[in-house]
């Protein structure tokens, strides 16, 4: 995992992608896409296996963001989360968790 670079933005900016990311309002708390992703098994072992670094990261912005909604405030705009600077940190884990998954189950069904 340590020669993977993390991408960042989608891999096609639109304006209507751009409209919908920051109507979605997870921004302005400071969170990236990755850090609202539904938690199920396979995002529960992604980041499980974040390196401690990214993992320290992401409990930050989201005890930053509790804090926030609980006081019911926003970050001020310049520490928004952009949309081209949004990073798909958990992606590479969580594509290596899918593949883990179904081979595994591939493996179980043969067998």
């Known amino acids: 995992m340590s020669s993977y670079i993390a991408r960042k ?3 096609v900016f ?3 992608g751009k409209w919908a990311y920051n109507l979605s309002g997870f921004n302005q708390y400071g969170l990236h896409r990755d850090d609202c992703l539904y938690e199920n098994e396979d995002v529960t072992e992604a980041i499980r296996r974040l ?3 990214l ?3 992401r409990n930050y ?3 930053r963001a ?3 909604s609980m ?3 926003i970050l001020p705009k310049e520490q928004w ?3 081209e600077d949004d990073v798909k940190y958990l992606e590479p884990y969580l594509k290596e968790v899918v593949q883990e998954r179904e081979e595994r189950e591939e493996w179980n069904k043969n067998h």
Do not use: A, I, Q
């Open 14 to 16: 639109s304006n209507l």
């Open 9 to 11: 933005g989608p891999l």
């Open 81 to 83: 989360t952009k949309y």
């Open 71 to 73: 006081t019911k405030t």
């Open 51 to 53: 390196p401690r670094k």
């Open 66 to 68: 509790l804090h926030l």
């Open 55 to 57: 993992y320290d990261e």
């Open 61 to 63: 912005r989201v005890m």
